[in-house]
Structure formats: C-alpha cells, structure tokens
C-alpha cells in the first residue's frame, strides 16, 4: 500500500515514514502543501497522512482540492492539540480521521490500515442530483445556481432523500431517520416536508424531482427532475 505523508516537521515527518516503512507500507514524503497536492495529483496513493498546518498550501486546502476532483483515497489528517476547528472542517471537507500531536505512532499505523479496508469508496462532500446541490456541512442548498432557503427540517428531509437518489424510499424510513425515534405524531408529517420542499427546490424552477412512488414512498429523481 502506497502512503503519501505531508508534513513540513522534518524530524516529525522522518519518524513517522519510518514508522509507516517499518509496518510495511510504501512512503512518500512532501514537506510543503504545494509539493503535497502536486505529488497526490500525480500519483495514485492508498493513503494520504496529511498535516493541517503547512507551508505554501494548508493541509484543508490540499483536501478541498482532491476531494473537489473525485479523488477519495481516505485521508489521514494530523493537527495541533485542541485545534477543534480545524478537526471539524477537516472532516466536512472529507477527511476520514484524525490525530492531534503528538501522537502514539502505533495508533497511527492502526487508524491507517482501518481506513485502507475500507477502500476509497465515493463518499462527495457535496450531494448533487442535477442542478439541485445540498451541502450539508454549510447547511446551503442551491437549485441551478440560486440558493434556496430550507428550514432546518426541510432540509434533514431533503437530503435523507439526496442520500439515497434514484432509489424508492419508503415513507416510514424518512420518518425514522429524520424525526425522533420517539416521534409519535401523524406518520403523515413527511408528506407534508415533500409538499414544502416540492415548492421551494422544484415548482419555482418547472421541476418534479421528488416522485410519489404509490404505496411504497418517495424517489428523488437521480438526475435532478
Ligand atoms: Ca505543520
């Protein structure tokens, strides 16, 4: 498996490609973000171990950059202790861990084989079915380039359905993973967030993309309606 580390500590950076050698992984090492995102460009990486605070380029930025372009090797990233900012950002922009120095060198071998069995599957930061866009990190929607503003249920609703497009979905799953597991109201409540939503992301814009499927649920057309 071929790890990319990015850390501009040499000493740092040293420890842990040796670390990561020893446990028999294949290492290559940037110390700046620039050179970070140009090797990661260039190469296929199994891993990318990836520190938040860099010269050049940020550690975020390098990962907005890969993400934005589909690439999903799971990412890795190390930050300074309590830098709860840049963990949670880090992780909207779709890390996959994290560690704060320092840091235990055998947990870091072992946060990084679990990510590599989980592969790199597609995991977008950004949900999209056409031109309607939900960002769920910053809470924003948009539809063909407008932002729509969506409560704070609207928008759950919404992008439960995002999560799963093109697939029937059946009403009682909405109700189950966007309202309280001690939600005893009308089951007919979801009904009435696909009527809100139908009015705001699809009848000012002439679209249909949340379907009624007939006694069975929903579908959000995977193409955007
Ligand atoms: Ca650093």
Redesign the pocket.
């Known amino acids: 498996m071929r790890v990319l580390l990015v850390?501009?500590?040499p000493s740092l950076a040293e420890t842990v490609e040796r670390a990561l050698r020893r446990a028999g992984f294949a290492v290559d090492v940037a110390a700046d973000g620039v050179d970070g995102l140009h090797q990661a460009r260039e190469f296929v990486y199994d891993a990318l171990v990836l520190?938040?605070?860099?010269p050049g380029l940020s550690g975020l930025d390098v990962l907005r950059d890969l993400r934005s372009r589909g690439q999903w090797a799971p990412v890795l990233i190390?930050t300074a202790r309590d830098d709860s900012k840049d963990i949670a950002a880090a992780l909207d922009l779709g890390a996959d861990d994290y560690l704060t120095k320092p840091f235990s060198l055998e947990v870091l071998v072992a946060r990084l084989r679990a990510l590599l069995r989980r592969g790199a599957p597609e995991r977008p930061v950004v949900l999209n079915a056409g031109d309607l866009r939900l960002d769920p990190a910053l809470r924003r929607c948009e539809r063909a380039g407008q932002q729509v503003a969506l409560t704070a249920r609207e928008f759950a609703v919404l992008e439960f359905l995002l999560r799963r497009a093109g697939e029937v979905v059946p009403k009682a799953t909405v109700l189950e993973h966007v309202w309280d597991t001690n939600f005893d109201g009308d089951p007919n409540i979801v009904e009435v967030y696909v009527g809100y939503l139908r009015k705001k992301v699809d009848a000012p814009f002439g679209r249909r993309s949340i379907e009624t499927v007939r006694g069975a649920g929903y579908r959000l057309r995977s193409d955007g309606g």
């Open positions: 850390e501009d500590e520190d938040v605070m860099l190390l």
